[in-house]
């Protein structure tokens, strides 16, 4: 079985720029979360995403924005990128919105120069 | 709020060696703790996890770790190290808020395993 699959694995875009990045879950996993691991600190919360809604936002400014599809696939999107937003981001499934075993994927790291 | 605290930056120790990797979190509800590890380019690997039960947890390449409440503690163990085992160590608990499960990770701890 595949696990969580994340895309691209890494990406290099200028500052002001816009990313997208892209998250397959577990198949029949219907909770999609997202996270920003910033170099040598722990993840923190960006997103959770259940039957297509959103369920929660963490603490990140509104050019972060996010979208689940009918396959519970997901997309991150980041727009106006600052350098700040140079980090490692994870993407993780789990069967429902309660969340007790998150899969993570391999992340996609983004660089902003 | 919840909170997990990592108590060391960096753990050094011999290879066949014992380890303890120390972390203490902060909740007023019930708790959900977990353990992930990370190698170097990769994401976040479950290691092992408390919901409830036994308070002594048992997961993956050898490793275990014990929930104490009074002590507000779930130390990752292992008693003999391989090289192998090197990376990255998370400890995370769930914050549940109107309806939203969000794990919040401690800063971690880097385990280099030496020859």
């Known amino acids: 079985d595949a696990g969580v699959t994340q895309s691209p694995t890494h990406l290099i875009k200028t500052r002001g720029q816009h990313v997208t990045l892209r998250c397959s879950p577990i198949s029949g996993h219907k909770s999609v979360s997202w996270y920003q691991q910033v170099l040598g600190q722990g993840p923190q919360f960006i997103f959770q995403y259940y039957e297509k809604e959103e369920r929660g936002r963490g603490n990140f400014p509104d050019r972060f924005s996010a979208r689940q599809f009918p396959n519970y696939s997901s997309e991150l999107n980041v727009n106006a990128l600052l350098l700040g937003d140079s980090a490692l981001y994870l993407c993780?499934?789990?069967?429902?919105?309660?969340?007790?075993?998150?899969?993570f994927g391999q992340g996609t790291r983004l660089t902003v120069v | 709020a919840q909170s997990v605290t990592q108590l060391d930056s960096q753990v050094p120790v011999f290879e066949e060696a014992p380890v303890e990797l120390r972390c203490n979190y902060s909740?007023?509800?019930?708790?959900?703790l977990f353990w992930y590890v990370q190698y170097p380019n990769q994401g976040l690997q479950l290691l092992l996890k408390?919901?409830?039960?036994?308070?002594l947890v048992k997961g993956i390449n050898g490793f275990e770790a014990e929930f104490n409440k009074s002590q507000t503690s779930f130390h990752l163990r292992k008693p003999s190290v391989h090289i192998s085992d090197t990376a990255e160590y998370f400890c995370a608990v769930i914050r549940v808020t109107s309806g939203t499960y969000k794990y919040i990770f401690g800063t971690g701890t880097r385990l280099k395993v030496l020859a």
């Open positions: 408390y919901l409830s039960g036994s308070t």
């Open positions: 909740s007023s509800v019930s708790v959900y």
């Open positions: 993780a499934s789990s069967l429902g919105h309660e969340n007790t075993e998150a899969f």
